[in-house]
T-cell receptor, first 115, second 114 residues
Framework: DTGVSQDPRHKITKRGQNVTFRCDPI?????LYWYRQTLGQGPEFLTY????????KSRLLSDRFSAERPKGSFSTLEIQRTEQGDSAMYLC?????????????FGPGTRLTVL | GNSVTQMEGPVTLSEEAFLTINCTYT??????LFWYVQYPGEGLQLLLK?????DKGSNKGFEATYRKETTSFHLEKGSVQVSDSAVYFC?????????????FGKGTHLIIQP
């Protein structure tokens, strides 16, 4: 068990560019979550998957954001036409849906800076 | 909707002092409650959890009790160490109607001075 991994750890981009982040969950976990964390705030829920199905999307997830989990394993989060307000830490988490208590295991995050 | 309110930081204490970080919540249904910790340069780690009323979660000398009557989940430690310096987040699980994921408070930055 190597934990949740995210790639890249840091991304600097210019406004208007597209970016894509990858998350590899713990292998036996069928639920995968994306969160966004801005400076001085707690993480905010964006979306989650059970296997390959995207079951919920937050109103924070604008039309420029899209997430996929095509084979029910790793997931990608794409942001199109980035804006300076997209600068944040993007966190991925996973858990086993049948595990009691709802604990989630977090990755180290991808820090996005939009210039 | 669900929300979590925790005390503003930073909280600065001397080593061996008693720690309390307050957390109150608003939720529908019967959420599970969590404390996560973020050490400098590291990712979020679960510190402790409680899944039903009157449960006490504990880990590494930290404790918190799920109080449904006061909708609170305050974090306590009897004697803090410099190594406890970190940001602490209170969170609750979102349940019902297909919702999942966690709702977090804003975090409390704890600084322990030797």
């Amino acid at each position: 068990d190597t934990g949740v991994s995210q790639d890249p750890r840091h991304k600097i981009t210019k406004r208007g560019q597209n970016v894509t982040f990858r998350c590899d969950p713990i292998s036996e976990h069928n639920r995968l979550y994306w969160y966004r964390q801005t400076l001085g705030q707690g993480p905010e829920f964006l979306t989650y998957f059970q296997n390959e199905a995207q079951l919920e999307k937050s109103r924070l997830l604008s039309d420029r954001f899209s997430a996929e989990r095509p084979k029910g394993s790793f997931s990608t989060l794409e942001i199109q036409r980035t804006e300076q307000g997209d600068s944040a830490m993007y966190l991925c988490a996973s858990r086993e849906a049948l595990a009691g208590g709802g604990e989630q295991f977090f990755g180290p995050g991808t820090r996005l800076t939009v210039l | 909707g669900n929300s979590v309110t925790q005390m503003e930081g930073p909280v600065t204490l001397s080593e061996e002092a008693f720690l309390t970080i307050n957390c109150t919540y608003t939720a529908t249904g019967y959420p599970s409650l969590f404390w996560y910790v973020q050490y400098p340069g590291e990712g979020l780690q679960l510190l402790l959890k409680a899944t039903k009323a009157d449960d006490k979660g504990s880990n590494k000398g930290f404790e918190a009790t799920y109080r449904k009557e006061t909708t609170s989940f305050h974090l306590e430690k009897g004697s803090v160490q410099v190594s406890d310096s970190a940001v602490y987040f209170c969170a609750l699980s979102r349940t019902g109607g297909g919702a999942d994921g966690l709702t977090f408070g804003k975090g409390t930055h704890l600084i322990i001075q030797p």
